[in-house]
């Protein structure tokens, strides 16, 4: 809770607006026929149907004027393009990684990287799998571990590491697998599904040491890498006063390879790469882009979305964008803190995680409580959030498959919205934990086998 009486103010733009996108709310009737017409399932609505979309901040960031400027700079050559030197370049510097390899978005490179890896038989652990590594691994028939600390299901606990890996867990799972059941180690930057939450250096240091030590390689999946090196350099005594540059270049240095959605800490719409220090799989890695994403030099985009792409890198590095950034998510929390809204604490780098359980206590997860929640926060305001728990990440049988957390995500687009639009934010949820009592479960009426949260269908419980 904030101190009484202390005033929440909003973090300081370091940027001023010079193309706008209208936006509005539309009426409570709209709403309803709009939810109607998605089967309640908030990924089938139209961007006209809502007024705040926190969805995702993935590929939702807004583009500076460089970015724009760079785009302009496109060299459409199908193979030699200097749009992916320069690429190249920027994360070759950035992580110290010498073999890149463009991909048109994260589960692309995800796809790449984990063919060559997963086997059945095998297993992959990661401190949290996202839906994708998860369903990824899961394909190619290997088995996703989770071993994130015990601190990060603690929903309330403020621990300022909640993405690290439980290294007792990890070398035991490593000591007792036969040779090659474990091919690669994965850590995800931050941990999006444990609610944006960083790894510090010192825990990744012990993992690289147990990785290697077992002969494993050790991959990142780094998407919001820069938000993780921030936190770092806040939180970890002895980063305090390091670039972000700089603690990326200790944290990459630890790893042996990553894979990266640009869409995140890129600030591009579209664009990811896996990175390696292994040059003969990035050899298998490129045979395989080319029959599925395009040239080893656009990996399935166009030439000038590289080149944002290299711009976006290097702005995400800069320290007032990230204190803005991350200040935003803090903003929000300290409102709804203010208000008593449960959410997992401390805020993580990219968004607010609704608890769900204690915010719908009386809705068992067979009622879907998540989904439940989602809706009502449409319902009140136009606002697009999305469940990440038993929907996501459960099988639907059994309630023992349901997720350690059961959470509802309000993703921060990068640089997009304002002030004021989070204040809205923070009363559309206010207003719906007032009447949580009366808030009723769903169920699914349509459930496809993979990523089901994506084109699932449900409906109200009748009362
Ligand atoms: C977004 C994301 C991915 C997948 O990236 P896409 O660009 O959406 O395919 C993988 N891992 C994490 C942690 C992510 O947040």
């Known amino acids: 809770m ?13 940027f001023k607006a010079k193309v706008i ?22 990924f089938n ?22 970015q724009w400027a760079a785009m302009m700079l496109g060299d459409e050559t199908y193979a030699g393009s200097r749009n992916f030197a320069h690429f190249e ?11 890149v390899i463009p991909a048109h978005q994260g589960r692309a490179a995800e796809n790449l990287l984990f063919t060559q890896f997963a086997r059945p038989g095998t297993t992959i652990p990661n401190n949290m799998h996202f839906d994708t590594t998860r369903t990824h691994v899961m394909r190619n028939g290997a088995r996703a571990v989770n071993l994130a600390i015990p601190e990060a299901y603690q929903v309330d606990l ?44 010192e825990n990744l240091t012990e993992v690289s040491r147990i990785c290697h030590t077992a002969g494993v390689p050790l991959y990142l999946d780094m998407c919001r890498w820069a938000e993780n090196a921030y936190f770092v350099r806040l939180r970890e005594p002895a980063q305090q006063g390091r670039s972000i540059r700089e603690i990326g270049r200790a ?47 656009y990996g399935g985009l166009a030439r000038r979305d590289l080149e944002a792409a290299s711009v976006g890198l290097l702005e995400a590095t800069d320290l007032a964008y990230l204190e803005h950034r991350i200040g935003q998510v803090r903003f929000l929390a300290d409102q709804l803190d203010a208000e008593g809204v449960p959410f997992l604490h401390p805020p993580g780098g990219h968004g607010i995680y609704l608890d769900v359980r204690r915010f719908l206590p009386h809705l068992p997860v067979q009622q879907l409580p998540g989904q439940a929640l989602v809706v009502e926060l449409y319902r009140e305001g ?7 728990g038993g929907i996501m990440f459960g099988d639907g049988e059994s309630p023992e498959s349901a997720p350690a957390l059961e959470l509802v995500r309000l993703a921060i687009p990068r640089r997009a919205y304002s002030s004021a639009h989070l204040e809205y934010v923070a009363g559309v949820v206010a207003a719906v934990f ?20 994506f084109t699932a269908r449900f409906a109200p419980l009748s009362g």
């Open 382 to 388: 136009a606002v697009r959030t999305v469940e990440v």
């Open 21 to 42: 996108e209208a936006i509005r709310v539309p009426t409570a009737e709209e709403r309803e026929a709009a939810l109607q017409r998605a089967g309640f399932n908030l």
């Open 89 to 99: 370049s920027v994360v070759q510097e950035l992580t110290g990684f010498p073999y």
């Open 434 to 453: 007032r009447r949580r009592a009366a808030i009723r479960g769903m169920k699914m009426t349509y459930e496809p086998e993979r990523l089901r949260h």
């Open 158 to 201: 403020d621990f300022p590491f909640k993405g690290n890996m439980d290294t007792g867990r990890l070398s035991e799972l490593l000591r007792s697998a036969s040779a090659g059941e474990v091919p690669l180690v994965m850590m995800t930057l931050t941990n999006n599904t444990g609610g944006g939450q960083p790894v510090s250096l």
């Open 45 to 66: 609505l139209t961007s006209d149907d809502v007024f705040i979309d926190l969805l995702t901040d993935s590929g939702t960031s807004a583009m500076s004027d460089r």
């Open 2 to 14: 904030p101190v009484p009486g202390r005033t929440i103010r909003p973090p300081l733009e370091p």
């Open 251 to 297: 944290i990459f240095d630890l790893a042996d390879g990553a894979t990266m959605s640009a869409k995140k800490d890129g600030l591009v719409n579209i664009g990811g790469f896996v990175a390696t220090r292994d040059p003969a799989l990035a050899d298998r890695m490129k045979e395989e882009l080319i029959v599925f994403e395009g040239f080893p030099t």
